[in-house]
């Protein structure tokens, strides 16, 4: 293993051990490079967790259900002995509600075409790039047209920012959706492991425990002077306030430090009408309670009975992560009844996860911090760009391959 520091022997140092920093301390173990990884916590991954309920009979994930293909992502599994699942021929039925149906292209013929040719005149023009500071409603209204923002783009953006499109930068979402990444061999899309994605971070962890990382749990880092072999690994909220706290300045930071809360509940019923695909999103203007539903069963083989996730919170309703349990039911419920008009539909059991602060809103401030940094070349996280699992994993590539071509440079 190289030594960073000869002269006291240091390892790289990672602060927090959701998927961020276990996918980082694996690029480093590859690189050959020792790992200390602090938790505040008794355990790895962060957010995600996923567990067998009701004795088997079906799978319960707390947030993320995949990841998106690449083919780092196919390395990472291959790595750690992990077997890649990919989804059914069902989960490529996709829905959107509009007006009081289910569609799986929710746009009439004349919209569809005024927006793609909308499109297709700012490719050609080049003037499909985002304007300084525009919004992406702004940037969705100008390159396209209100039909693909409020039907499409919206509800899309809602299944991963769960913000309203007027809240977010259009380039730090466009950067983020279209980041380079190295096209996978074994298939495109959203894959898992059998066992769910806990089953990837146990594999990962016994990974990283076999090359040499040392983990110490029940730790908490508030005030660390970033070392230069020191690496972030957080959610936004706990980077700010160990940047904060060890600056001793309380900066302007809080103004881009805003992020959604969101709720996963997933239920099961002793009688329901089943959704025959991937799951349901709900554009913001249809005025639903949930952001979306999720079939778990449709989506990956071999999850047991029917179940589904809902999804709710987001921008648009914080209170929620407040109410009761049987609250929440109720617009599950409500909605359900919407979608399905006078289907029976009764829940049996109901696991229910309320995430606060999650999910980093990219809005302008946020656009305008990470272009007015210098340099982030010692933080990972969610809030840098790219949002999804496999984005945070190609990032920490880069990451470490710049860190080790500085050390090498810094030797000769
Ligand atoms: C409901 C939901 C569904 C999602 N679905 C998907 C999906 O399907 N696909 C996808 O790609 N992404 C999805 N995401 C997003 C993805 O799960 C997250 O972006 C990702 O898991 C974040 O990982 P992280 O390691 O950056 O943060 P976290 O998971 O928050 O981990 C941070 C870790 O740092 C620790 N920590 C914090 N502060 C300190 C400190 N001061 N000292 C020591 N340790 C500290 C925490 O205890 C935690 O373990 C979803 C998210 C949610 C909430």
């Keep these: 293993m190289k030594n960073l520091n ?3 022997n240091f390892p790289v140092e990672i602060i927090g051990a959701g998927f961020s920093g276990l996918s980082l301390a694996y690029f ?3 690189q050959g490079y020792p790992v200390k990884i602090i938790e505040k916590t008794q355990r790895v991954g962060g957010v995600i967790h996923s567990f067998s309920a009701e004795n088997g009979a079906f799978l319960v994930e707390t ?3 995949g990841f998106v293909n690449s083919a780092k992502i196919e390395e990472l599994f291959q790595d750690i002995r992990c077997e890649m ?3 059914q021929q069902t989960a490529k039925k996709r829905y959107l509600f509009k007006a009081g149906k289910l569609h799986r292209w929710p746009l009439s013929f004349y919209e569809t075409l005024s927006g793609i040719g909308r499109l297709l005149w700012r490719v050609l023009t080049g003037t499909i790039k985002p304007l300084p500071e525009e919004d992406f409603y702004s940037w969705a209204l100008r390159c396209t047209n209100k039909s693909f923002n409020d039907y499409l783009l919206q509800p899309m953006i809602n299944g991963i920012f769960a913000t309203a499109t007027e809240k977010l930068s259009a380039k730090l979402v466009l950067k983020s959706l279209f980041y380079k990444k190295i096209k996978p061999t074994k298939g495109r899309g959203l ?3 059998p066992l769910g994605m806990q089953e990837v971070i146990d ?3 016994e990974f990283l425990v076999t090359h040499g990382v040392e983990f110490i749990f029940k730790s908490e880092a508030s005030d660390i002077k970033m070392l230069h072999n020191s690496f972030l690994a957080t959610s936004l909220s706990s980077y700010i306030c160990i940047k904060n706290h060890s600056s001793n300045s309380s900066t302007k930071q809080t103004e881009f430090a805003l992020s959604n809360s969101l709720i996963r509940a997933t239920v099961t019923y002793s009688k329901v009408h089943e959704i025959d695909g991937f799951g349901i999103l709900f554009p913001n203007v249809e005025n639903f309670h949930s952001l979306g539903v999720l079939a778990n069963t449709k989506i990956f083989p071999n999850r047991g009975i029917y179940n589904e996730s809902w999804i709710l919170g987001g921008s648009e309703h914080p209170e929620y992560l407040d109410f009761s349990d049987d609250k929440i039911k109720e617009l599950i419920l409500a909605d359900r009844a919407r979608v399905f008009p006078g289907a029976p539909c009764v829940i049996e059991h109901f696991f229910i996860y309320r995430w606060k602060n999650v999910i980093p809103e ?3 401030a946020l656009d305008n911090f ?3 940094v210098n340099s982030m070349d010692r933080v990972t996280g969610n809030f840098l760009g790219v949002l999804g699992l496999s984005g945070i994993h190609e990032r920490n590539y880069h990451l470490v391959r710049n860190f080790v071509k500085e050390m090498d440079q810094n030797k000769d």
């Design 6 to 8: 000869k002269k006291n």
């Design 28 to 30: 480093f173990i590859k």
């Design 63 to 65: 947030a993320a259900n």
């Design 85 to 87: 699942i990919f989804t």
């Design 191 to 193: 894959v898992s492991a």
């Design 203 to 205: 594999k990962l962890k």
């Design 362 to 364: 990219y809005n302008l």
């Design 370 to 372: 990470l272009s007015s």
